[in-house]
């Protein structure tokens, strides 16, 4: 099992920036991919990026390239999620969520993820 905690998320003016942390316990060696999603109020979640546990290039959904980075410190068991030059649009909750399948790292099929973290609301005013 493996637990999965967000954090960082708050409120900021467009243009600002945030930087959201995914603290992951347990039995983290059994992960492969952790990624990142939102979900804003009356849509649908989307994937953001994601990031292959054992290295790799980072995925990343066409309207954050650019300006979100995702990484992480293995020795902290953390995945961040820079955002930079935020926008109104960026407006939701951020779910940071990690799979054990081994394959391609990406956010289209978020079934594949077994581990979901609370959330973190994130809120951009214009």
């Known amino acids: 099992q493996v637990q999965l905690v967000e954090s960082g998320g708050g409120s900021v003016q467009a243009g600002g920036s945030l930087r959201l942390s995914c603290a992951a316990a347990?039995?983290?060696?059994?992960?492969?991919?952790v990624a990142w999603f939102r979900q804003a109020p009356g849509s649908e979640r989307e994937g953001v990026a994601a990031l292959l546990t054992r290295g790799g290039i980072p995925y990343y959904a066409d309207s954050e390239k650019g300006r979100f980075t995702i990484s992480q410190d293995s020795a902290k068991n953390t995945v961040y999620l820079q955002m930079n030059s935020l926008k109104a649009m960026d407006t939701a909750m951020y779910y940071c969520?990690?799979?054990?399948?081994?394959?391609?790292?990406?956010?289209?099929?978020?079934?594949?993820?077994?581990?979901w973290g609370q959330g973190t609301q994130v809120t951009v005013s214009s």
């Open positions: 969520a990690a799979r054990t399948i081994a394959g391609a790292c990406g956010v289209q099929y978020p079934g594949l993820f077994r581990y």
């Open positions: 347990g039995d983290t060696d059994s992960l492969s991919c």
